[in-house]
């Protein structure tokens, strides 16, 4: 079974800085596929961002951008120029290729995000 | 608003009893999937259906449990003689599935879930 470790309960930043968010996994799988969700107070899960485990370059979506390191197991979250709009939890996940089989994501316990005006 | 919407957002209930959740998902998703999430916790994946068939269910729904899609569209989960231990938020998330291929597109679209407290 595949499992999501996120050791870091919270973190915080000062607007306009740069954090960045850790996470380790382990699978025996040699595809896959990682996700960063973010959840606020509203409690709606949304995608941040994606990879593939195939690809070697890191993903990048506007201020989000990962560090892959698939020999290592790593899959950290950087965001850049932080906004008071990022505060929240973010999950890291894991989720198995799709061949007909169900796409279920394994979360990890997630890290609380604070952002300093 | 065309998405996935859950009600009721809270439900308190005393020990015992039996409650009812219901998911509406995005109208041209056949894939529906529920999720627990406890305090401090990530979401655990429950069980999910495409269209109506229930294809699978994690260990961590009990008999008490119970799930349905009739005709492939919106889904109810039934918890039976609450526990204490049930108190979660409990989640759901459609997503449209092109067939048999291998793909990182099918995106999950999640609710904002149903907050259960159980007294």
């Known amino acids: 079974a595949q499992t999501v470790t996120q050791s870091q309960p919270e973190m915080s930043v000062q607007e306009a800085e740069t954090v960045t968010l850790s996470c380790t996994y382990d699978t025996s799988e040699s595809d896959y596929y990682l996700f960063w969700y973010k959840q606020p107070p509203s409690r709606q899960m949304i995608l941040v961002i994606r990879q593939e485990a195939y690809k070697q370059q890191n993903a990048t979506e506007n201020r989000f951008s990962v560090n892959f390191q698939k020999a290592a197991k790593s899959f950290s979250l950087k965001i850049s120029d932080s906004q008071l709009g990022d505060a929240a939890m973010y999950f890291c996940a894991y989720r198995s290729p799709v061949t007909g089989a169900n796409s279920k994501l394994t979360f990890g316990k997630g890290i609380t995000l604070s952002v300093r005006p | ?119």
């Open chain 2, 1 to 119: 608003d065309t998405g996935v919407s859950q009600d009721p957002r809270h439900k308190i209930t005393k020990r015992g009893q039996n409650v009812t959740f219901r998911c509406d998902p995005i109208s041209e998703h056949n894939r529906l999937y529920w999720y627990r999430q406890t305090l401090g916790q990530g979401p655990e994946f429950l069980t999910y259906f495409q269209n109506e068939a229930q294809l699978e269910k994690s260990r961590l729904l009990s008999d008490r449990f119970s799930a349905e899609r009739p005709k492939g569209s919106f889904s109810t989960l039934e918890i039976q003689r609450t526990e204490q231990g049930d108190s979660a938020m409990y989640l759901c998330a459609s997503s449209s599935w092109g067939g048999d291929k291998i793909t990182v597109e099918e995106k999950l679209f999640f609710g904002s879930g149903t907050q259960l407290s159980v007294l």
